[in-house]
């Protein structure tokens, strides 16, 4: 198992900007991959964008960007309203 090439889940957790207990809950849940190697879990580097989002396809960013217009569009005032305070 080359060093470099997976992550400990602390590492894991700096990376994907959430705690150390999220990314166990994650490995637990099977939305992280992760390979037990004795009281540890080694993380492949290339299961992290899988599970921060970083895979998303074209009609993934149509449909997010249509949310965030019709969010603007319903409660626009409000969100202007909120980031003044």
């Known amino acids: 198992m080359k060093k470099d ?3 400990t889940i602390p590492q894991a957790a700096k990376i994907l900007g959430i705690s150390r207990i999220a990314v166990y809950k994650k490995v ?3 939305q992280i991959k992760a ?3 004795g009281r540890n879990y080694a993380i492949a580097r ?3 964008p899988a599970a921060s989002g970083g895979n998303l ?3 993934d960013k ?3 960007a249509a949310g ?3 969010t603007i569009h319903d409660f626009g005032e409000a969100i202007k309203l909120l980031g003044r305070e």
């Open 68 to 70: 965030v217009r019709k």
């Open 46 to 48: 290339n299961q992290l």
């Open 5 to 7: 090439k997976y992550l």
């Open 57 to 59: 396809t074209e009609k």
């Open 62 to 64: 149509h449909i997010i």
């Open 28 to 30: 637990k849940n099977g």
């Open 35 to 37: 390979q037990k190697v």
